[in-house]
């Protein structure tokens, strides 16, 4: 079974632009999550996604979105990016996630973001 | 707030030796706590899940502990390695809340 994969894995934008990024699950995996990782604030989580819909949020400002397609695949966009958007952003997918379910998460590598 | 701490930033342990890192959490009552290890570039993996009603789970050279009262979990290395060093990060169990980690250092 392949594991969760993220596109693109290296991005540098200036600030002020906007980016998308791409996360494909595990095959048969209905829950998405996304998380930001920098060496301050350690892993810290942005949104999971469940079936199309949004089903947990972070402390995050609202350039920060996600969606997620009837696959399961999920994107995050960040608009008007700002230098303290560097960072590495990290997808993760479960069976069916959620809550205090017992599933495990399974990350992708995660798409390094450079703000210049 | 909510939070979970894992106390040391790093560790160095000689190899051969238990290494032992430490995660306690505040103002929640977790119904299970997970373990991920992250190499350096890369997304975390899943080592260990350890509910509140267990003591101790074992996998191979890994243990972890969960003390309600003190509200900590333990993970233990056994007969550490070289190949064991990497950040270990603690995981409430709602996956919203992670610890920062702990970089440890298996020194030859």
């Known amino acids: 079974k392949a594991g969760v994969t993220q596109t693109p894995r290296y991005l540098i934008k200036t600030r002020g632009q906007q980016v998308t990024l791409s996360c494909s699950p595990i095959?048969?995996?209905?829950?998405v999550s996304w998380y930001q990782q920098t060496p301050g604030q350690g892993l810290q989580f942005l949104f999971e996604?469940?079936?199309?819909?949004?089903?947990n949020k972070g402390n995050f400002p609202g350039r920060f979105s996600g969606r997620q397609f009837s696959n399961s695949r999920s994107e995050m966009n960040v608009s008007t990016l700002e230098l303290g958007d560097s960072a590495l952003y990290l997808c993760?997918?479960?069976?069916?996630?959620?809550?205090?379910?017992?599933?495990?998460?399974?990350f992708g590598p995660g798409t390094r973001l450079t703000v210049l | 707030s909510q939070k979970i701490e894992q106390n040391s930033e790093a560790l160095n342990i000689q190899e051969g030796k238990t290494a032992t890192l430490t995660c306690n959490y505040t103002?929640?009552?977790?119904?299970?706590l997970q373990w991920y290890r992250q190499d350096p570039g890369r997304g975390p993996v899943f080592l260990l899940l350890?509910?509140?009603?267990?003591k101790e789970k074992r996998k191979e050279r890994l243990k972890v502990t969960f003390d309600t009262t003190l509200k900590q979990s333990l993970f233990h290395i056994t007969a550490s390695q070289p190949a064991d060093s990497a950040t270990y990060l603690c995981?409430?169990?709602?996956?919203?809340?992670f610890g920062k980690g702990t970089r440890l250092h298996i020194l030859p």
């Open positions: 993760a997918s479960s069976p069916t996630g959620g809550g205090r379910s017992y599933n495990e998460q399974f």
């Open positions: 095959s048969g995996h209905r829950s």
């Open positions: 996604y469940f079936s199309e819909t949004q089903r």
């Open positions: 103002n929640y009552s977790p119904a299970y």
């Open positions: 350890i509910r509140e009603n267990e």
């Open positions: 995981a409430r169990d709602d996956k919203i809340i």
